[in-house]
């Protein structure tokens, strides 16, 4: 079965740091998201990606966050300056269409120190 | 805004036991519903959803009715066993859009 692969798995960084989660969604998916989850609270919404542009992204995703495709396979969130509060597991989906039928990877445990 | 509740975890029974996870919601629309589940080191796995009121989502014995008349999707199962020990998510999205806003999830554990 398809699925979509995150690395790392676990990304120790220090405050401050740039850090890249990197994704590969599904090969003939077309909508690419974004999701994290800090420890013990509500998995949120970051931001959505579509023909090679954000459609929709939430009050979190701020400017230290951007998202990329860069060569048609991978698609990575970048946190330009990470702060403690940014530690959380972070989920990359994809979907074939914009109705809900997403595939979510296992997760990138970030953690800032 | 759209919001999800669902119960405290731990839920803890025993093998055979009959389960329930509420889960109520608020939305200005029409929203569909979900249920995710994720097993321990893996991702989020959709488990069933309800795309309009009466609705009832089920799979792998799992079961939620849509209730719009009490803004609820609660999870069933006649019957749990171990393997069904996980973290399940309950969650929305409004009606054309597909941002999905979560509940903060619930533990379940079964013991044999």
């Known amino acids: 079965e398809p699925e979509v692969t995150q690395t790392p798995s676990h990304q120790v960084t220090q405050m401050g740091q740039e850090v890249i989660l990197r994704c590969v969604p599904i090969s003939n998916h077309l909508y690419f998201y974004w999701y994290r989850q800090i420890l013990g609270q509500k998995v949120e919404f970051l931001v959505s990606f579509y023909n090679n542009e954000i459609s929709e992204k939430s009050e979190i995703f701020d400017d230290q966050f951007s998202v990329e495709r860069p060569d048609g396979s991978n698609f990575t969130l970048k946190i330009r300056s990470t702060k403690l509060e940014d530690s959380a597991m972070y989920f990359c989906?994809?979907?074939?269409?914009?109705?809900?039928?997403?595939?979510f990877g296992s997760g990138t445990r970030l953690t800032v120190v | 805004g759209n919001s999800v509740t669902q119960m405290e975890g731990p839920v803890t029974l025993s093998e055979e036991a009959f389960l329930t996870i509420n889960c109520t919601y608020t939305a200005t629309g029409y929203p569909s519903l979900f249920w995710y589940v994720q097993y321990p080191g893996e991702g989020l796995q959709l488990l069933l959803k309800?795309?309009?009121?009466?609705d009832k989502g089920s799979n792998k014995g799992f079961e939620a009715t849509y209730r719009k008349e009490t803004t609820s999707f609660h999870l069933e199962k006649g019957s749990v066993q171990v393997s069904d020990s996980a973290v399940y998510f309950c969650a929305l999205s409004e009606s054309g859009y597909s941002t999905l806003t979560f509940g903060k999830g619930t533990m379940l554990l079964v013991s044999p």
């Open positions: 309800a795309t309009k009121a009466d």
């Open positions: 989906a994809s979907s074939p269409t914009a109705e809900n039928g997403y595939t």
